[in-house]
């Protein structure tokens, strides 16, 4: 009898995929991704470079001028400082961002009665119109490091938890009853069923965060103390120096990608079974 | 008194149509008992009120009427009395086959070696004790069910329910789970409250087999194939095999004919 049945076991175990690689026949590797992405941004980089050389300086620039400008203000020291001095309230205004925004999804989406309570301040936040309201936060938080920190959270911390709350929601019901059959509390399925099954809403809630993160760190050096990659920004645009006004613009995309593929990374660690259910090509 | 009964259990709700309001009568004054030991299978057509009748008396559910009654108490919601095995195993993916047979052990409080081991055990007894750190993805549907039922098992309850645990799997496979079942239910005595719309499932399974039809019981049939019923190909071309399956099939047949 067990004879038999490590037998069957055997044959089952032979995973699908594994089968379907051997038969296939050979076929020519795929490009790399990063290849393609390399020659994209490689390609958009000498249209800009042809095409911008022909507009005025004052109204546009063009890479190797960015460049230039770029090692001008980095040798002078300038530019590191300046990212130090904006990635500060940067850090902390999304990390706060992220442990607010995080429990409060979760508790939006899965209580009713906090769903009708808080939801609707979750969605109004996310529309509200921070430039606006970035003066009315001066004579609270002064001009400094507390409300470049506060404008920073704000921005990001209702993405975060808009994200997460859809992610509650799309929740398999099935899953939750699993704890409910082996008589979980509420707060064992928040914590230990709801939460790793939202992970991919919450992941997908901070990339979008973290733009808006970047988003709201300039915007909070423009409208206080003029300090940092934005404070950079707002110098040389006043002084019509626009090749330098770039420099710190696509600093920050750079900085914003890769801290993209950071959470990715992030989320490949925390959530190994997600890219593996995944579609794959 | 069984080790589950279902008394007096009707259940209705409201089905939302656009602007109109069906209401559905799921179950109409219910009453079973399944006894120590027994493997009890609900059969009927879909929609007739097997699965709900199951989740009812699971605790998932609760009834508009009636009562549940396991081990000679009224209960009220899920306990570690009963165990759920689910219609598409429903194990957590972000665990392993192991943890997610520990998922039920911890849950009823169990800790450190012993939580270890007795999953191993339960795992092994469904033959995955070398697949223990696979996650749920890198599993067949066979194996996923088989965790499903380990998972059950573990928290030893009084009564194992199982709502359709086979119906997703390929014929081969279900056959070799059905055999997996019986020897399982042997050695451990379990009572089983059974849902299936397989006929050939009902009576290979079966003590008794109950024929359900619109949220009633239609026919109550004593299968009494004999126990232990281990060479089921044997079983399978029987002639109480062929008589048995007529009368279940007729019975849920006479069901359909009498609503034409």
Redesign the interface.
């Known amino acids: ?1 067990s004879e038999t ?2 037998e ?2 055997d044959q ?2 032979t ?1 699908p995929d594994e089968q379907n690689e051997a038969d296939k026949p050979a076929r020519r590797a795929p490009m790399p991704s990063w290849v393609i992405t390399t020659a994209s941004v490689i390609i958009f980089l000498l249209l800009w470079e042809f095409l911008g050389k022909d507009v005025n300086p004052m109204f546009g620039s063009y890479p190797s001028a960015i460049a230039v400008a770029g090692w001008d203000l980095a040798r002078s020291g300038q530019l590191g400082s300046a990212l130090l001095e904006s990635l500060q309230p940067f850090v902390i205004g999304y990390l706060i961002a992220v442990l607010i925004g995080i429990p409060l999804g979760l508790v939006v989406g899965r209580f009713r009665v906090l769903e009708a309570a808080l939801g609707i301040f979750v969605t109004g936040g996310y529309a509200m119109p921070l430039v606006a309201l970035v003066p009315l936060l001066v004579p609270w938080l002064g001009l400094g490091f507390a409300v470049k920190v506060a404008v920073i959270f704000l921005m990001s911390v209702f993405p975060i938890a808009i994200n997460t709350w859809l992610g509650v929601k799309v929740v398999p019901k ?2 939750i ?2 704890g ?5 509390s509420d707060s ?1 399925i928040l914590r ?2 709801i939460l ?2 939202t ?1 991919p809403y919450i992941m997908a809630g901070l990339r979008l965060a973290l733009g808006r993160a970047v988003v709201a760190m300039v915007i909070a050096e423009f409208f206080t103390a003029i300090s940092g990659l934005g404070g950079i920004i707002i110098n040389a645009a006043n002084s019509f120096d626009t090749a330098t006004m770039f420099v710190p613009i696509v600093l920050l995309m750079v900085m914003a990608t890769a801290l993209n593929s950071l959470v990715g990374y992030i989320e490949r660690k925390v ?1 190994p ?1 997600q890219t ?2 995944s579609a794959r090509d | 008194m069984g080790a589950v009964s279902l008394v007096d259990v009707s259940k209705q709700f409201d089905l939302h149509v656009g602007a109109e309001v069906h209401r559905i009568q799921a179950l109409k004054r219910i009453n079973l008992s399944v006894s120590d030991g027994e493997i009890m299978v609900l059969i009927g057509p879909s929609g007739c009120g097997k699965t709900t009748a199951l989740r009812i008396a699971m605790g998932l559910e609760r009834a508009s009427r009636g009562k549940v009654i396991v081990g000679g108490r009224e209960v009220e919601g899920c306990d570690f009395d009963r165990g759920l095995v689910f219609q598409h195993a429903e194990l957590l993916p972000w665990l392993t086959a192991l943890q997610n047979v520990m998922f039920g052990l911890e849950m009823k409080g169990m800790r450190g070696a012993e939580l270890r081991d007795t999953a191993l055990r339960y795992l092994d007894l469904v033959g995955l004790k070398d697949s223990a750190n696979r996650r749920p993805h890198q599993l067949s549907g066979g194996m996923k069910q088989r965790v499903g039922i380990a998972r059950a098992l573990a928290i030893d309850p009084k009564v194992l329910m199982m709502d359709e645990p086979f119906g997703a799997l390929d014929a081969q496979t279900r056959e070799s789970l059905q055999g997996e079942l019986l020897d399982v239910q042997q050695r451990t005595g379990k009572t089983i409250l059974f849902v299936t719309h397989d006929l050939d499932e009902a009576v290979l399974l079966a003590d008794r087999v109950v024929v359900m039809r619109k949220g009633e019981i239609q026919e109550i049939i004593t299968c009494d194939l004999p126990r232990p019923r281990g060479d089921l190909a044997a079983i399978r071309g029987s002639a109480e095999f062929a008589a048995m399956r007529y009368r279940i099939w007729k019975a849920l047949h006479g069901a359909q004919a009498t609503t034409h």
């Open positions: 009898m049945r490590v069957m076991v089952i175990m995973l099935s899953l009853e699993v409910r059959a082996f008589v979980a064992v230990r069923i790793p099954a992970l959530a079974w593996e259910i």
